[in-house]
């Protein structure tokens, strides 16, 4: 009876600690990272996909793929995403890439010349969505008849690594990705 007692309230005390120890955990692991969620197939609605319907869909999702970005990247697309405002003349943007920081959060279209945020005239703003939607692995979901629909695309050009994979995938999977810092980091592009 008594070892009983003992070994219950040892459980009851790793049980309380090791919750806090996740909490902890849990937010050290969004503070120093960017998470990118995207549907795998390209999907038609008859109304705009919202950032909150986004926002939901990617805190239902577990990360299934981490990508390491070098200080210089990781800063200045943290730096983005913080500065990026929904453009007030395309308040119903159709959200399909939804990207968050531990504080800021953002919504990417597809392949329009209307984007989610104000100010994508700027050069570095239509980079950096580029970098996202490359980096994540957005721009391989998409035949080369279906990408040079894209207008930043067609400035920045079409990634070294880029190769179509859409025929692979399974029907309507969600894609979410975490970028890290990382100093050590081979560049690609």
């Given at each position: 009876m008594r070892y009983s007692i003992l070994i219950i309230i040892i459980i009851g005390f790793l049980s309380c600690s090791s919750s806090h120890f996740i909490k902890v955990r849990q937010d050290a692991y969004i503070k120093d990272s960017i998470v990118v969620c995207y549907e795998q197939r390209r999907f038609e609605t008859s109304i705009a996909v919202s950032r909150k319907e986004m926002s939901m869909i990617s805190d239902r999702m577990s990360i299934d793929t981490t990508i390491a970005l070098d200080n210089h990247d990781f800063t200045n697309l943290v730096d983005f995403i913080k500065s990026a405002h929904q453009d007030p003349v395309n308040k119903r943007c159709d959200a399909r890439i939804y990207v968050k920081t531990d504080t800021f959060d953002m919504c990417l279209s597809d392949f329009t010349d209307r984007w989610c945020i104000s100010d994508s005239s700027n050069r570095s703003s239509r980079y950096m969505i580029y970098f996202i939607k490359w980096r994540c692995g957005y721009y391989n979901?998409?035949?080369?008849?279906?990408?040079?629909?894209?207008?930043?695309?067609?400035?920045f050009g079409v990634p070294k690594d880029?190769?179509?994979?859409?025929?692979i995938l399974p029907p309507y999977h969600t894609k979410k990705i975490k970028f890290y810092r990382c100093d050590q980091v081979k560049k690609i592009r």
């Amino acid at each position: 009876m008594r070892y009983s007692i003992l070994i219950i309230i040892i459980i009851g005390f790793l049980s309380c600690s090791s919750s806090h120890f996740i909490k902890v955990r849990q937010d050290a692991y969004i503070k120093d990272s960017i998470v990118v969620c995207y549907e795998q197939r390209r999907f038609e609605t008859s109304i705009a996909v919202s950032r909150k319907e986004m926002s939901m869909i990617s805190d239902r999702m577990s990360i299934d793929t981490t990508i390491a970005l070098d200080n210089h990247d990781f800063t200045n697309l943290v730096d983005f995403i913080k500065s990026a405002h929904q453009d007030p003349v395309n308040k119903r943007c159709d959200a399909r890439i939804y990207v968050k920081t531990d504080t800021f959060d953002m919504c990417l279209s597809d392949f329009t010349d209307r984007w989610c945020i104000s100010d994508s005239s700027n050069r570095s703003s239509r980079y950096m969505i580029y970098f996202i939607k490359w980096r994540c692995g957005y721009y391989n979901l998409f035949s080369e008849d279906e990408i040079k629909y894209d207008t930043i695309l067609n400035e920045f050009g079409v990634p070294k690594d880029y190769h179509h994979i859409s025929w692979i995938l399974p029907p309507y999977h969600t894609k979410k990705i975490k970028f890290y810092r990382c100093d050590q980091v081979k560049k690609i592009r």
